[in-house]
């Protein structure tokens, strides 16, 4: 795994239109499937009159967690070109959804690709792309009299302390801790 990774900072959105179909794109920075969820239940109930609302999304610093949809669309034709948009910038952490209002042409498949491809491209154009780093959670347990050893190093590595508890003769700190710091704990 490595140290950083690709993301959006904020919600983007972009747009395509061919022959009377118009497809709303819309790229949002996500960190779990439960925000992802959430999220395409408000797209579908906020775009219940259109016809399609297919999607793309990518968890995790790894790249190992994403999902394609085609929503009804041919096979392929929508969440693999959406997907492939997220590929194409080496992001993760990100869902893109894009939206279909029909205009009474049929696109056939490669019409379709181009769309939805074009439709990603666009909101992620729109988007700004920053590296982030690549954070672990850590329990550490120590003995009280390293306090100020433990502290400084936390100091030193600009880590996140997330709760602190101290009991009898041992402390106990969780923190997010930069990855490329894990050997320094």
Known sequence: MADTYLTIEQPSSGIYKDKGSRFLAFAEPVTSEQQI?????????????????????????????????????????????????????????????????????????????VAYREAALDALGNAN????????????????????????????????IISQEYENTECIITCDIKKQYESRI
């Open 37 to 113: 969820k959430q999220r395409l239940a408000w797209f579908r109930k906020e775009y219940y009159d259109a016809r399609h609302v297919c999607y793309a999304w990518m968890l995790g610093a790894d790249r190992e967690q994403f999902r394609a949809n085609d929503d009804g669309e041919p096979s392929g034709t929508a969440g693999r070109p959406i997907l492939g948009q997220i590929n194409s910038k080496g992001l993760t952490n990100v869902l893109i959804v894009v939206v279909r209002y029909f205009g009474g042409i049929l696109l056939g498949t490669g019409g379709l690709i």
């Open 129 to 160: 792309i920053v590296q982030k780093d690549v954070l672990l959670r850590r329990t550490l347990r120590f003995p009280y009299e390293k306090m100020n050893d433990i502290m400084r190093t936390l100091k030193d590595i600009d880590a996140y």
